[in-house]
C-alpha cells in the first residue's frame, strides 16, 4: 500500500521560510510526477508544483521564484522550500503523486500539513 509522510509545516511569520518534505512508502514501481497542492481555509485545492522523475519541474505561476520544489528519487522524497512567506500563503498543503503501473496511473495524497503564517 502506497503511503505518503508529510512534514515540516507550521507557524512562520510574514518574510520566513519553511521546508516541507513528503515520503512516499510502499511503491515498487517508479514515481512519475511528485508534487505539492494547497488548500486555504473556504479555499479550493489549488496546484503548488510538479517535479517530473527527469527532474522537469512546474509551478503556479504566482508562486515562482519563491518557491521551490526538488526530490530525491534514491528515498522517494518531495521537498517544497518556501521563502518569503506571506499572509495568503496559509493553507493546508497536501502531498501527491502519481505511479505508472503499465497503462495504469496510480495517484495518492498525503494527509496534509498546515502552514500558517502570521505575525
Known amino acids: 500500500q502506497v503511503r505518503l509522510m508529510e512534514s515540516g509545516g507550521g507557524l512562520v511569520q510574514p518574510g520566513g521560510a519553511l521546508r516541507l518534505s513528503c515520503v512516499a512508502s510502499g511503491s515498487r514501481s517508479s514515481i512519475y510526477v511528485m508534487g505539492w497542492y494547497r488548500q486555504a481555509p473556504e479555499g479550493e485545492r489549488e496546484l503548488v508544483a510538479n517535479?517530473?522523475?527527469?527532474?522537469?519541474?512546474t509551478y503556479a505561476d504566482h508562486l515562482k521564484g519563491r518557491f521551490t520544489i526538488s526530490r530525491d528519487n534514491s528515498e522517494n522524497t518531495v521537498y517544497l522550500q518556501m521563502n518569503r512567506l506571506k499572509p495568503e500563503d496559509t493553507a493546508a498543503y497536501y502531498c501527491?503523486?502519481?505511479?505508472?503501473?503499465?497503462?495504469?496511473?496510480?495517484?495518492?495524497w498525503g494527509q496534509g500539513t498546515q502552514v500558517t503564517v502570521s505575525s
Open positions: 501527491h503523486i502519481l505511479i505508472m503501473f503499465g497503462h495504469d496511473i496510480g495517484e495518492y
Open positions: 517535479v517530473y522523475d527527469d527532474g522537469v519541474t
